[in-house]
Nanobody, 126 residues
C-alpha cells in the first residue's frame, strides 16, 4: 500500500508556472505507475499526465501537451508535474494517483489507479 500527498498548488496569473509534487510513503514508489488528474468545479475528473514506474514512458492529455512535464524521482519517492504557460482553464484540483504495476506500462484511465492523494488546488487568474 502507498500513501500519496500532493503539494505545490496555489494562485498564479495566466502565463505563469507551477510545479506540483506528489510525495509517496509506504511501499517502494518505484513499483508504482503514477498519474496526475484534475477536476474543475462542476466537471468530471480528467486525465492530465502519466508516467511509468521507471520514468521512461510518459503520456499527456492533448490539453496540456507541450505545456506540462511529468517526472519522478524514485530515490525521493516523489512525482512531479511541471506546468508552464498556465491558462484559466487549468484551474482545478489536481490529484496524484498510483497503482502497483509490474509491466512498466503507463496508465491513462482513472479506473486503472488504486491509490489517490487528497489533491492540491491550482487557480489561474486571467
Amino acid at each position: 500500500q502507498v500513501q500519496l500527498v500532493e503539494s505545490g498548488g496555489g494562485l498564479v496569473q495566466a502565463g505563469g508556472s507551477l510545479r506540483l509534487s506528489c510525495a509517496a510513503s509506504g511501499r517502494p514508489f518505484s513499483s508504482y505507475a503514477t498519474g496526475w488528474f484534475r477536476q474543475a468545479p462542476g466537471k468530471e475528473r480528467e486525465f492530465v499526465a502519466a508516467i511509468s514506474r521507471g520514468g521512461s514512458r510518459t503520456h499527456y492529455a492533448a490539453s496540456v501537451q507541450g505545456r506540462c512535464t511529468i517526472s519522478r524521482d524514485n530515490a525521493k519517492n516523489t512525482a512531479y508535474l511541471q506546468m508552464n504557460v498556465l491558462k484559466p482553464e487549468d484551474t482545478a484540483a489536481y490529484y496524484c494517483a498510483a497503482r502497483l504495476n509490474v509491466t512498466g506500462a503507463i496508465l491513462l484511465s482513472e479506473n486503472n489507479y488504486d491509490y489517490w492523494g487528497q489533491g492540491t488546488q491550482v487557480t489561474v487568474s486571467s
